[in-house]
């Protein structure tokens, strides 16, 4: 019999429809951070560094960029002859094959694959957060508590707690009550979405619960554990931790990678982030370049400015180009003579020589006014810009555009070109 | 591929000074994000070479550390491997490697046990990129007993460290100088060799008869009426570093762009052990002009016309030029290092100025007091 003392189960099956043409055909934690990384790395490598070597993977939305990132989890360690990683994909069973319609009704649906790791503890995650934590102390917590599940929490300012899903708790720490984006909140603990369940109260709620429509963890479960009596503790989390859940704030969070000491740092040793990597050649930086306050991750080739930004691998940037307070994913071009300010430019892109991205007055979007509220122009995967044209702020630009989708060859700021998807 | 691999990586050459102290000439970093063997083993597995062993002798350890794991050239497989060989005592001999010739003696029966047709020799420190299936095809439209690759050095290089090769108008080799005072003409072996396993037994075991070693002077030179043996003209790319001398140049040859995009930037690609490193960073105050970086450096200084290897730190002023910093190089504030080679874990403490001359590289080996 294999068994494993805890497992994680990684929920990675949601669009993130607020990352815009970020997501347009990934899953939100396959989107690339930090320059070399993708968002599922920092769980994935979270998970290794903790000795939790059993890691299901749910997926839904877009996962062919994840399912070919995680491969069978070399570049993690998580490779094994027993557990290791495993993608978990929907599937049709002889009744009742539904997609993935909420947090736990994903983890429901595998049940099975659970149950032949025998587990004692079941550690829930999500695959949309930027941090580093080890989740034995969280587990040692757990069992110190005699928790039937342990919710890892985190202060946040008093204002900013009504976004937040917030838990209030008496002075063991035991969580005494829920409250869902409060008016008027009572603490200023927010739960961030990572659970430690004991396996008798995850099996029965789960169970219990198993048909109600769009069964979620935060909405379902932790309130039906808790009208039970179930022993549920607030584990106080400190360090740095980071919802990239909208453009700003995906952006923020690359950035703050730039400054001199960064909060989050990715140089210490002692807990590594992997990625899937093959090794990459170095970087080249020209002798006419110019590279200021910058991140750059391998075999990049600089020929141009690079000022405050973070750049991915392999990407090259041409002769007398400037790119500024910019994200560039993977493999993109930027040819001579090419201008980028606060643009966010994802995996393959090209930008034609002399074009402007990124210029004059910030406009509210003609396309989606809820995602793209910030002055970032942001331009889809393997998506190419023409030669010679001015795009504004706050656009999004997704698929191979011509000079004729730029009339006079502008593109105002909060304007859109979307050209991709028809392969979808 | 009909194939096996031997690559032979025992050697030490004195000419390396320092830098060959702790570490095999084959292990030694290269290009920023590689070692010397990356090259070969990377050709062996682009040309689909399966079962390819590593005979190692000299300072073996750091060879053995950077093949700790076999995955990262895609060997490791159940039809196949990564094998590494070093001198051993059994019940018929204590002796070590007494040659290139004898080391291939003491694992006659990894060759012997294969079922392959063909055997690819290649050393462990040249810096090149090739299609085995080419050199096999070229050795059997030859009729070749064996063939060496060569390589038409560009005009002007010192070719006296290289074993200088004549051929004929059909390429059969009928002269090799090993490391000539004085060199007629510039085609040189690259020391790869592909010769037929039966006939590779056959001479090795004449060899270990009479009491001979050398695989060149042994076989080569002392075979070369004999056998058809011919010389395959590689065209692309080509070094070896057997020396500070070529180790500082063929290093700097990849801030070429031509080098650089035949490397990096084409098919197959060049595979090593993966480090996880962060991304480089550029701090304010920081100027790089015409350099290779590799991962998870940071630099506050000026580093320019030099190559820095992984996780190398620059301090606040410090200037770099015309240098190679190897991995994890830790430079002070207000250094000033010219032409000079770095070597791996040094620290080099605050307001030093170390000057190398151009034709005389410096070696700077300092103790890292960080350990």
Not at chain 1, 20 to 33: Q, S
Not at chain 1, 258 to 263: F, I, M
């Amino acid at each position: 019999m294999i068994k494993k003392e805890m497992i994680a189960m990684l929920l990675a099956g949601g669009q993130g429809s607020r990352l815009g043409v970020l997501t347009a055909n990934m899953a939100k934690p396959a989107v690339a951070f930090g320059g070399k990384y993708r968002i599922i790395d920092f769980p994935l490598s979270n998970c290794i560094n903790s000795g939790v070597d059993t890691v299901g993977v749910l997926t839904q939305y877009q996962p062919l960029r994840l399912n070919a990132h995680i491969g069978v989890g070399v570049s993690w360690d998580l490779d094994r002859n027993e557990g290791g990683v495993t993608v978990l994909p929907p599937y049709e069973k002889s009744q009742n094959t539904d997609w993935y319609t909420g947090t736990a009704n994903a983890i429901f649906q595998n049940l099975a694959y659970m149950e032949s790791y025998h587990p004692d503890y079941v550690l829930i995650l999500s695959g949309d957060h930027i941090y580093k934590m080890d989740y034995e102390l969280m587990l040692g917590y757990h069992k110190a508590k005699g928790a039937d599940v342990t919710i890892a929490t985190m202060a946040v300012p008093m204002e900013e707690a009504p976004r937040f899903g917030i838990v209030v708790t008496d002075e063991e720490s035991r969580i005494t009550e829920f409250q869902e984006k409060p008016a008027q909140p009572k603490s200023n603990l927010a739960s961030m979405g990572i659970y430690i369940f004991s396996w008798k109260a995850l099996k029965e709620s789960l169970t219990a619960l198993q048909d109600v429509p769009g069964c979620d963890f935060g909405k379902h479960i932790i309130p039906y554990c808790h009208e039970k009596g179930e022993r549920i503790f607030s584990y106080e989390f400190s360090g740095y931790w980071k919802d990239v859940g909208t453009l700003s704030s995906y952006w923020e969070a690359n950035m703050e990678l730039v400054d001199l000491v960064p909060v989050f740092n990715l140089y210490e040793e002692f807990w590594k982030i992997y990625t899937h990597f093959s090794a990459k050649p170095p970087q080249y930086i020209s002798a006419e370049a110019h590279v200021e306050r910058s991140i750059l991750a391998e075999g990049s080739e600089i020929y141009g400015q690079v000022i405050h930004s973070v750049i991915g691998p392999n990407v090259t940037i041409g002769k007398g180009a400037v790119v500024r307070d910019s994200i560039i994913m993977e493999e993109c071009v930027i040819e001579d003579g090419a201008q980028l300010d606060r643009v966010i430019l994802a995996d393959g892109a090209r930008i034609g020589a002399g074009s402007v991205v990124g210029t004059g007055d910030y406009a509210e979007s003609t396309f989606d006014k809820k995602v793209y509220a910030s002055d970032l122009t942001v331009i889809g995967e393997g998506s190419v810009i023409p030669a010679g044209v001015t795009v504004g702020r706050n656009v999004a630009i997704w698929g191979e555009t011509e000079p004729a989708d730029y009339p006079d060859g502008r593109l105002e700021s909060g304007g859109h070109v979307i050209k991709g998807g028809s392969r979808a | 591929m009909k194939a096996i691999g031997i690559v032979l990586a025992g050697g030490n050459n004195k000419r390396m000074r320092e830098l060959s102290r702790k570490r095999a000439i084959a292990a030694m970093p290269m290009a920023g994000s590689y070692r010397a063997i990356d090259f070969a083993l990377s050709s062996l597995s682009a040309s689909r070479v399966k079962r390819v062993a590593v005979l190692t002798q000299y300072n073996s350890r750091s060879l053995n550390e950077h093949l700790s794991s076999s995955k990262w050239w895609d060997f490791g497989r159940k039809q196949g491997g990564l094998y590494l060989f070093p001198p051993t005592i059994t019940a018929e001999s204590s002796d070590w490697y007494r040659g290139t010739a004898d080391s291939l003696y003491q694992n006659l029966d990894f060759i012997r046990e294969s079922h392959e047709p063909y055997v690819i020799i290649c050393s462990g420190d040249g810096i090149y990129k090739l299609d085995f299936n080419e050199v096999l095809a070229y050795h059997v439209d030859k009729g070749a007993d064996i063939t060496v690759v060569c390589k038409e050095m560009p005009e002007g290089t010192d070719v006296s460290r290289f074993g200088v090769v004549k051929t004929d108008e059909n390429d059969r080799i009928l002269q090799i100088e090993e490391k000539p005072v004085q060199a007629d003409g510039r085609l040189v072996s690259c020391g790869i060799y592909v010769i037929r396993r039966r006939l590779l037994i056959e001479l090795i075991e004449k060899c270990a008869e009479e009491d001979r070693y050398d695989f060149v002077s042994d076989i080569l030179i002392r075979y070369r009426t004999v056998k058809n043996i011919c010389a395959y003209r590689m065209k692309s790319y080509w070094n070896s570093i057997s020396t500070v001398d070529a180790y500082y140049r063929t290093n700097m040859d990849f801030l070429d762009p031509e080098v650089r995009r035949h490397f990096f930037k084409t098919n197959p690609e060049v595979f090593s052990r993966v480090f996880d490193n962060p991304p480089t960073k550029y701090n304010p105050g920081s100027v790089v002009r015409d350099s290779l970086l590799a991962s998870g450096c940071i630099i506050n200084g000026t580093v320019e016309h030099s190559v820095l290897f992984k996780k190398c730190y620059i301090g606040n002023g410090s200037v770099i030029k015309n240098s190679i910093l190897l991995d994890d190089v830790y430079i002070g504030d207000g250094v000033y290092l010219e032409n000079c080679i770095v070597d791996g874990h040094s620290t080099v403490r605050a307001g030093e100025h170390i000057v190398g001359q151009p034709d005389n590289i410096r070696v700077v080996a300092a103790e890292d007091p960080r350990i």
